[in-house]
C-alpha cells in the first residue's frame, strides 16, 4: 500500500534562545546565557509572537548552543532548568541543545544545521518552508545551511555577520513573526 495522499507537511520556526525569546547577558558586545534562573527574563513580545506563529500551525523549535557547559562555566542542570521554565510558558514544542564547544568537532553546534536536520526528521519538518529566527551569525548560517529562510533579530552585537544576508532583518520577535506570517500568507497556510 501506497503512502496516504492525507500526509501534511510540516513547517517550524526554529529559534536560538538567548537574545531572541529571552534577554540574553551582554558583556562587551557579546550576548551570554543566563546564568542563572534568578537570571532568565522572558522578552515582553515572545509570547504573544509565539502563540501567533503557534496559531498558523508552525512547530516551535529551540535549537541552541550552550558550550559554558563544555567549558565548566554553566552546569548542565541549571540550562535544562531554564528550558523547562521556557518550554512550559511559551508552548514551545521542542527544546534542542548543543552542549559543546568549537573545539569538539560536533555536527550539532551552530552554524551547522544539525540540531535543525534532527529536529526535521524527529518531526516530518519542510525545511523549505521553514524559518530559522536568531541574534547571531551562527542562526543565520544554520538556518541557510539547513535550507531554511532567515530571519535576523539584529542585537548589533559586536561580532562578525553571517555568511549570507538573512532573508529579513528585524529588532524584536514580534517583527519577526510578523514578518513570517506576512511572508507564508503570499502563499499557502501551513
Not at 525545511?127 to 536568531?134: A, E, I, N, T
Request: include cysteine.
Amino acid at each position: 500500500m501506497t503512502q496516504s495522499a492525507d500526509v501534511r507537511v510540516r513547517r517550524a520556526v526554529f529559534l536560538d534562545r538567548d537574545g531572541v525569546i529571552n534577554r540574553a547577558v551582554v558583556q562587551d558586545g557579546r550576548p551570554y546565557s543566563p546564568a542563572s534562573l534568578e537570571e532568565l527574563e522572558i522578552l515582553s513580545d515572545a509570547p504573544a509572537a509565539l502563540a501567533d506563529l503557534k496559531g498558523r500551525g508552525f512547530l516551535l523549535i529551540v535549537v541552541t548552543n550552550q558550550p559554558d557547559v563544555a567549558r565548566g562555566k554553566q552546569r548542565r542542570e541549571t540550562v535544562e532548568q531554564i528550558n523547562q521554565v521556557l518550554a512550559s510558558s511559551l508552548g514551545l514544542d521542542r527544546i534542542l541543545v548543543c552542549y559543546h564547544s568549537g573545539e569538539d568537532e560536533c555536527d550539532c553546534r551552530k552554524p551547522l544545521p544539525g540540531l535543525l536536520l534532527r529536529a526535521a526528521r524527529d518531526h516530518g519538518i519542510d525545511l523549505r518552508q521553514s524559518f530559522m529566527v536568531g541574534d547571531r551569525w551562527r542562526d543565520i548560517d544554520a538556518g541557510h545551511n539547513a535550507g531554511c529562510k532567515t530571519v535576523l533579530v539584529d542585537h548589533r552585537y559586536q561580532e562578525r555577520g553571517p555568511t549570507r544576508e538573512p532573508d529579513a532583518r528585524v529588532k524584536s520577535l514580534r517583527e519577526a513573526a510578523d514578518w513570517i506570517v506576512r511572508s507564508v500568507s503570499k502563499g499557502s497556510e501551513p
